[in-house]
């Protein structure tokens, strides 16, 4: 019991009767008696609270024909090993896909520009547009550095870019 031996436990009921006397004792464990009692229901029904309203329904999900084939794919996956794991991401990177994007958005304005040029010109002699100067196109942006594509590039930790810098 809590660690403490019979004589340790004679010792201590010992001082509790000469401090508070035999009248108050019985009340003291009365009420300790209580307080052990309410501990012990309001932790049964903690304990029932949470089993009925977060392992109950877990439980139930878990049961049902959705719930066990998210199980099953998790379980597999599991079994996968890193190649595999690579093989089944995405090709394409966040930086690639940034510059492909901007590649095809400079393609774009690229076509619309020579739309733009294909169409007549106005006739200078006419009076619409006289006073108006000619627009002028806007130049198609250079297409952007391609991106790094690891991480020791991103960071500039790649070995490549170490032994242009011991040269120089």
């Given at each position: 019991?809590?660690?403490?031996?019979?004589?340790?436990?004679?010792?201590?009921?010992?001082?509790?009767?000469?401090?508070?006397?035999?009248?108050?004792?019985?009340?003291?464990?009365?009420?300790?008696?209580?307080?052990?009692?309410?501990?012990?229901?309001?932790?049964?029904?903690?304990?029932?609270?949470?089993?009925?309203?977060?392992v109950?329904?877990?439980?139930n999900?878990?049961?049902?024909?959705?719930?066990?084939?998210?199980?099953?794919?998790?379980?597999e996956?599991?079994?996968?090993?890193?190649?595999?794991?690579?093989?089944?991401?995405?090709?394409?990177?966040?930086?690639?896909?940034?510059a492909?994007?901007?590649?095809?958005?400079?393609?774009?304005?690229?076509?619309?520009?020579?739309?733009?040029?294909?169409?007549?010109?106005?006739?200078?002699?006419?009076?619409?547009?006289?006073?108006?100067?000619?627009?002028?196109t806007?130049?198609?942006?250079?297409?952007?550095?391609?991106?790094?594509?690891?991480?020791?590039?991103?960071?500039?930790?790649?070995?490549?870019?170490?032994?242009?810098?011991?040269?120089?």
């Amino acid at each position: 019991m809590f660690g403490i031996g019979d004589q340790e436990l004679v010792l201590i009921i010992l001082f509790a009767f000469l401090l508070f006397g035999p009248d108050k004792l019985p009340g003291m464990g009365r009420t300790i008696g209580r307080a052990l009692r309410q501990f012990r229901t309001a932790s049964e029904g903690v304990t029932k609270v949470v089993q009925s309203e977060i392992v109950d329904p877990i439980q139930n999900a878990a049961d049902t024909p959705a719930g066990k084939a998210a199980a099953k794919a998790q379980e597999e996956d599991a079994d996968l090993t890193e190649e595999e794991v690579a093989a089944a991401k995405p090709a394409e990177t966040f930086a690639e896909r940034r510059a492909r994007l901007a590649a095809e958005k400079a393609a774009a304005e690229k076509g619309k520009d020579a739309e733009q040029g294909a169409q007549p010109a106005a006739d200078p002699d006419s009076n619409e547009d006289a006073g108006a100067e000619p627009q002028a196109t806007p130049e198609p942006e250079a297409d952007p550095e391609p991106a790094p594509t690891s991480v020791a590039a991103l960071y500039g930790l790649d070995d490549e870019d170490d032994d242009d810098e011991e040269d120089a």
